[in-house]
């Protein structure tokens, strides 16, 4: 059941572009019991019919610049192909610290994002009263 769960949970924040994948993967690990490395290929495994999905959608809705996803694609691809060599070579303590710096970084920026806005939207209030 927690699989289902897990499933439509990691699939509706993958569907909305909010890294479904980050979620699925830090529940795998820290809920399932799932090793970091397996977390992660089940992640890419997972991934494939989620972003196709979200591709139909997408494209339904004409926001697809498919010039610019291609190129992204290949050179992701490329990417992708040299981000697995180096994990394979990597400890999973190593992997499971790297993955935890990636997550800090990704909150940390977002958090000054939301910052940010607040402080424009603060500054934009004082100025029309």
Known sequence: MLEIVLGIVAGIVSGSGLGGGTILILILVNFMGVEQYQAQ??????????????????????LIDYKLGLSIAITGSIGAFIGAKIASQIGVQHLKKYFGIFLLGISAYEGYRIFQQYKKGKNTNNTTE
Do not use: D, G
């Open 41 to 62: 290929a089940l992640n890419l495994l997972f991934f494939i019919p989620t972003s196709l999905m979200a591709i139909v959608m997408n494209h339904k809705q004409k």
